[in-house]
């Protein structure tokens, strides 16, 4: 069985400073892991996907993750956030078991405030 | 590349009433996925099609939701008849397969009242 949990549900920083947004998954087979962002009122953007190959995924407007694999985590950061950071984002996995037809596991979402 | 389109962006209905909620998935992508999304429960799958076939309806909560997509341009969620707790944010999202993401769209923001 997979699942995600993603560990803080709200992350406060300043702005200029670093965001980890932290997340464990439980996969029995090799997983393909994503960050989405939401914004208000919109839908789920991706931010960076990983699907075994570099370790270190990068991602847009500066994010980026690393997956560690003895660790099973994918923590998302940003050196340095800005204000238009703030969000809602989700780490998601997906199975690579073609008859699960790509179904997403959602973790609950961390919400990222950043103060001036 | 246009997205996923999703109308329409907010409803707001009487319960008893019947919604329909559409999508157009990017062209190509084989498949289709309907979620839900409310503060008590996040994500969650309601049902998803491979070339408009459904493969998954295991996440529709009960008989009142019914999903259909009769070509690869288009699928409608409908709700009939409608109460207050299906009020959520309703995405509807789209699949090329393998090791792609799926695309979003904006979702819809239903209220029951």
């Known amino acids: 069985a997979q699942s995600v949990t993603q560990l803080d549900s709200h992350v406060s920083v300043s702005e200029g400073t670093p965001v980890l947004l932290r997340c464990n998954y439980s996969?029995?087979?090799?997983?393909?892991l994503f960050w989405y962002v939401q914004h208000p009122n919109k839908g789920l953007q991706l931010l960076l996907k990983?699907?075994?190959?570099?370790?270190l995924v990068k991602g847009i407007n500066g994010f980026e993750a690393e997956f560690k694999k003895s660790e099973t985590s994918f923590h998302l950061t940003k050196p340095s956030a800005h204000m238009s950071d703030a969000a809602e984002y989700f780490c998601?996995?997906?199975?690579?078991?073609?008859?699960?037809?790509?179904?997403?596991?959602f973790g609950q979402g961390t919400e990222l405030s950043v103060k001036p | 590349d246009a997205g996923v389109i999703q109308s329409p962006r907010h409803e707001v209905t009487e319960m008893g009433q019947e919604v329909t909620l559409r999508c157009k998935p990017i062209s190509g992508h084989d498949y289709l996925f309907w979620y839900r999304q409310t503060m008590m429960r996040g994500l969650e799958l309601l049902i998803y099609f491979n070339n408009n076939v459904p493969i998954d309806d295991s996440g529709m909560p009960e008989d009142r939701f019914s999903a259909k997509m009769p070509n690869a341009s288009f699928s409608t969620l409908k709700i009939q008849p409608s109460e207050p707790r299906d009020s959520a944010v309703y995405f509807c999202a789209s699949w090329p397969g393998r090791n792609q993401p799926q695309h979003f769209g904006d979702g819809t923001r239903l209220s029951i009242l």
């Open positions: 996969s029995s087979y090799s997983p393909s």
């Open positions: 998601v996995v997906s199975g690579l078991i073609y008859n699960q037809g790509g179904k997403l596991i």
């Open positions: 990983y699907t075994s190959a570099a370790t």
